[in-house]
């Protein structure tokens, strides 16, 4: 979409985004890179049986909402100071 932002679309086995999203959670803990030793990653996902969206905006902007809020959700738990950041 735009900077360090993209979409993923699944339109295939959506009953098990779960085992997916639990998978791709552990993989990015369990990383370990050459340069840097960890990374975390923020996202937001809607569904579109949630409700009738008025648009393509209205889905993105409300992933946006729920991703910004698994960032401060991780920013809490690990503790980091984010104004030093």
Excluded at 8 to 18: A, G
Excluded at 44 to 56: A, D, L, M, Q
Excluded at 58 to 68: H, N, P, Q, V
Aim: without cysteine; proline residues 1%.
């Amino acid at each position: 979409m735009g900077g360090d932002e993209f979409v993923v679309i699944i339109t295939k086995d959506i009953p098990q985004f779960e085992n997916l999203l639990r998978a791709f959670e552990q993989r990015v803990e369990s990383w370990h890179g050459e340069f840097v030793e960890s990374m975390a990653v923020s996202y937001g996902y809607v569904f579109s049986s949630e409700r009738k969206w008025n648009s393509i905006f209205d889905i993105s902007k409300a992933s946006d909402e729920r991703m910004y809020e698994s960032k401060k959700q991780y920013y809490t738990r690990s503790g980091m100071d984010r104004s030093r950041q």
